[in-house]
């Protein structure tokens, strides 16, 4: 059972747009979310996280927006710039104990000039 | 600071063979943390440990044994590898917060069984 959910693969976003990612999650016990970014042969690095008292964290030209309701997060890049291209992977996780994250599986975000 | 590194980076191993991934992080983490990445599948956890002497199961345990004799070092060992353990493994760590903390990774190990 995917707890956690992006489901679309990759997604292609001309130099200077908005690029939108997108993830989804089941377990409403979640109240914490984030976002990472992958380069090839590199491990995952943190770009930006949600608690799930709000409903918006910006962090320069990288917004997160949590639906609670739908159980639907969002990433927003804008403008998007050529090194932005990576695979970003959304998680999810309970904030008290341990703090175990539950990954999608990632989406491939491509930005042509 | 070096952060999170692991030894070593890639590895290729015959079936039956035994072997241990070594990770080290200098940030006085209390929580580490082993994942495994698959085509498709995001990153699944494997082990974590919450300090020192501690381990416990992730989502995907079997086949793997891990130990956290120091708190900088966390140890994955695979006893009896099979070729469905070929796949990328992190190692994370992550400081111990009230409101949720990010983790930190490592560069990652390729581990291919044969």
């Known amino acids: 059972d995917q707890q956690v959910k992006q489901n679309s693969p990759s997604l292609s976003v001309q130099e200077g747009r908005i690029s939108i990612l997108n993830c989804d999650y089941t377990?409403?016990?979640?109240?914490?979310f984030l976002w990472y970014k992958k380069y090839p042969a590199e491990g995952p690095t943190f770009l930006i996280s949600?608690?799930?008292?709000?409903d918006k964290n910006e962090d320069g030209r990288f917004t997160v927006f949590l639906n609670k309701s739908a159980k639907h997060l969002s990433l927003h890049i804008v403008p998007s710039q050529p090194g932005d291209s990576a695979v970003y992977f959304c998680a999810a996780s309970v904030s008290q104990g341990a703090q175990k994250l539950v990954f999608g599986q990632g989406t491939r975000l491509t930005i042509n000039p | 600071n070096a952060g999170v590194t692991q030894t070593p980076k890639f590895r290729v191993l015959k079936t039956g063979q035994s072997m241990t991934l070594l990770c080290a992080q200098d940030?006085?983490?209390?929580?580490m943390y082993w994942y495994r990445q698959d085509p498709g599948m995001g990153l699944r956890l494997i082990h974590y440990?919450?300090?020192?002497?501690?381990?416990a199961k992730g989502e995907v345990p079997d086949g793997y044994n891990v130990s956290r004799l120091k708190k900088q070092n966390f140890l994955l060992g695979l006893e009896s590898a099979a070729p469905s353990q070929t796949s990328v493994y992190f190692c994370a760590s992550s400081y111990q917060g009230l409101a949720g903390s990010e983790q930190y990774f490592g560069p990652g190990t390729r581990l291919t069984v044969t």
């Open positions: 440990s919450v300090g020192e002497g501690t381990t």
């Open positions: 949600i608690s799930s008292i709000k």
């Open positions: 940030m006085n983490h209390e929580y």
């Open positions: 377990n409403s016990m979640f109240d914490y």
